[in-house]
């Protein structure tokens, strides 16, 4: 350990007083530091230290999909616009704003003036059309990015800071898509690089930090971005960011975080499970939770098999599940027992919580009524075959197998024999394409409820295999429409639609919950419940 | 004495090739393939695109015959290029070189902890006249065996780092953020170095140099360390190979717990990536540090005694 000096001494004393003489000139001459710490009042320096448990590999915004690395690669661009967490809605960012066509097929942006990249060079609408052309063929890592621009026809430069995206089909969720950071805005010569060279090297953006070093599985080093003065409408803080530098600690294993943040050696934490709370409860340490938007946790069903084309045994499946018991038992402290397919955190979600009661007689009589009698050793059958149902499940996420296991109890109390089969994360794409599954567990994050789109429209990938119906109409609907109620009542239609028929059994939200020391303030959760730290200080 | 070192040469090329073939079947066979899992690496949504998957596995070459691509990749491993990782894009001879430095500071100061810890339990069990305290010095050896590296690695972490905070929990940074990562490696290798040792050593101690040695006067001390313990280190020194192998492997945990950059780091991520090029180079690497230490402790054995080479060469003569 290196010994403190002593400040008694004299000569340490000229020291202090000649170092605190020129921080209290710093103070006055800037005009924005605060005056010490522990008066509330944010101040500008010092250095954040989060601990995060991956590294996807990739330092580019545009391609990564993994929570861990966007906290860190997020701060590195601005977006065009952004959303707002509580309301949903879409707010200037490097927009200043934008018109939409009636038919939702063209979206028109006009650009802040005098934004610059981190190279120098200025943001036009040269800059977001060299982006937009390029993220069709960023490959198989940028697919999140490449689906928010499937079906654009072309993007052009209507003045330079004027651009035109248009769309083959209407396209309403575009305009939230401008707001993640899977569309943020990189400079020409970044976009321009090869998707690898983006991935190992980094990019050039306009953001509030810029990136200083990346060394694979070790760490990402961000420092702020002097000059800084085009930021979202919706941050409290002008210009510049607080904070001076960020640096983001690759630390698999959950107890060493944990036990990290406690002794003070990081300020904050991702990824905090149920086991970790006890350990970090007490002491200098807050909890920070919000649901992710988007299709909750729960069994998309094949609902081509011939055993769930039976509408009757999947809303029995739907009653058999006791959401609440699986949300207090397996995942972390304030996780919410699904209400609706979609999180209530995601615009437009509609609670639905009476049609998913948890519910035995009614799922042991809707059986009953499918023909499915209950045998002599629990399991139901029907012309001599037993009711099995197989789920298909990927190890990425600690809570998967205990919430399985808990379901499979469940439904075997109502005469359901389940099977848990578990896959390797690459197996799962090729059995959703196949079809050779009759229930895989999962949920995607998405802050606009145009992924119930992309989830249950049979004119897209249609995985779930949802018979052709009045869906689609609605699906297809909701993304044509610009107006917002009207576009919120076609989407509860879909949500009440989904979940009348059980194509899909929603069970829990996925929470992010993240360890901040009490040191650390204003670090929210953005609207897909990732952050920001352009507002966040320590003090 | 030529004979014997070709045939040691000879038998070290040949477990190389085997373990490098095997590793190749192995991965081949798996299910899954790595271009996909790089496409689905951190996605929940699973929508890729099947004509961009068919693109990348012709980059690679995963579209090609088994055999072909196996005698390209041998071809290349040779001339000691493992081609690119499916992952990342870098070179994987680069990767390897990058994170070798790290591990080897790692497991050089864990070998040398568990020489010290190891050496010095089972010198000092064998020494000590007090049953009860040899009792319990030669029960410690099965405990550090059979304890889970992570376990241990954990442990450490929360007395000298979370509760004491003496040392960083994390990182590479320095010689503070060795020590636990390093004690904890030691722990299986030197309870390993332990046992074999103190079994020699008691073997030793019974033999009748050693009586002689007493016989003539020569002090306790002298004897045990002298006498004893030198031809007590020839079954330790055979072990060495199994030591290292224990250390590579033991890496993969430590670094993993302590996050700290290195070969272990750098598998666990080939593996859960499903990247098979790094995966194989790792083998490979592994397989190669492996097979040049038993060489080294076969050369090196016929110096120390004389007596293996002539064994060795009179089998030959009778085969």
Known sequence: MRALPDFRSPRWAALTALLTTSVLLTACGSGTGGSGAGD??????????????????????????????????????????????????????????????????????????????????PLTAQVVKDNFDAVPHLGVLGTLA???????????????????????????QFLQATSTHSLGIESSASAKRSPQQKCSDGVIGSGPFVLKQYVQN?????????????????WNKKGEAYLDKLVFKVVPEAGVRAGSLRSGQVDAIGSVGRADEAALKGGQVTLQRRANPGIVFGLGFNNARPLLKDARVRRAILAAVDRKQIADTVFPTGTRAATSVLAHTTPDYTNLAPDLAFDAAKAKSLLDEAGWKAGGDGTRTKDGKKLNLTIDWVPNAATNQPALELIQQQLKAVGVQVTLKQLQLTQLTPTQQSGEFDATWGNITRADPDILRSSFSTKLANFYRVPASGLDRTLSAQAATTDPEGRSKLVTQAQRSIVRDAYNVPVVELQTQLGLSTKVHSLAFDASSRIQLHDTWIG | ?????????????????????????????????????????????????????????????????????????????????????????????????????????????????????????????????????????????????????????????????????WFPAFGNDGLKGLVLPA????????????????????????????????????????????????????PALTVAGLLVGQLIAGSVVVETVFSRDGLGRVTAAAVTAQD?????GVVAFGALIFVTTNLVVDLVYPLLDPRIVVASERRARIA
């Open chain 2, 1 to 165: 004495m030529r004979g014997y070192v070709l045939k040691r040469l000879a038998q070290a090329v040949g477990v190389l090739w085997a373990a490098y073939t095997v590793s190749f079947l192995v991965l081949d066979y798996l299910p899954g393939d790595p271009v996909t899992a790089m496409a689905g690496a951190g996605m929940d949504s699973g929508q890729v695109d099947p004509r961009q998957i068919a693109a990348l596995r012709h980059e690679y070459g995963f579209d090609k015959p088994v055999l072909t691509q196996y005698a390209e990749y041998l071809g290349r491993a040779v001339r000691g290029d493992f081609g690119n990782s499916v992952a990342t894009g870098r070179p994987v001879a680069s990767t390897l070189a990058d994170a070798l430095p790290q591990t080897l500071q790692l497991t050089a100061s864990a070998l040398l902890f568990a020489v010290v810890l190891g050496g010095g339990l089972a010198v000092t069990a064998t020494y000590t006249t007090r049953r009860w305290l040899r009792q319990l010095l030669l029960s410690l050896p099965p405990l550090g065996v059979s304890v889970p590296t992570f376990w241990v690695g954990l442990l450490l972490v929360e007395a000298f780092s979370f509760r004491l905070r």
């Open chain 2, 276 to 280: 098979i090029p790094v995966v194989q």
């Open chain 1, 146 to 172: 490449e689906g928010y621009l499937s079906g654009v026809k072309s993007t052009t430069v209507v003045d330079p800071l004027t651009v035109k995206v248009t769309f083959e089909q209407p396209n309403a």
């Open chain 1, 218 to 234: 070790q760490s990402v080093t961000l420092a702020k971005r002097r000059g800084y003065a085009w930021g979202s409408s919706r």
């Open chain 2, 183 to 234: 004690l904890t490696l030691a722990v299986p290798t030197g309870a390993l170095i332990a046992q074999v040792l103190a079994k020699s050593l008691l073997t030793a101690l019974d033999q009748p140099y050693v009586e002689t040695a007493r016989a003539k006067g020569a002090g306790r001390w002298r004897v045990h360390l002298r006498h004893a313990l030198r031809n007590a280190s020839l």
């Open chain 1, 40 to 121: 509330g009042k944010p101040r500008s320096g010092g250095t954040l230290t989060f601990a995060v448990g991956s590294d996807a590999g990739c330092v580019d915004p545009q391609q990564v999909g993994s929570n861990d690395t966007i906290y860190s690669v997020r701060q590195v661009v601005d977006s065009l616009t952004d959303q707002d967490p509580r309301t949903g809605k879409i707010v200037p960012w490097l927009a200043k704003s934008w018109d939409i066509s009636a038919d939702a097929t063209a979206f028109t942006f006009h650009l802040r003036s005098g934004v610059t990249f981190s190279d120098g060079s």
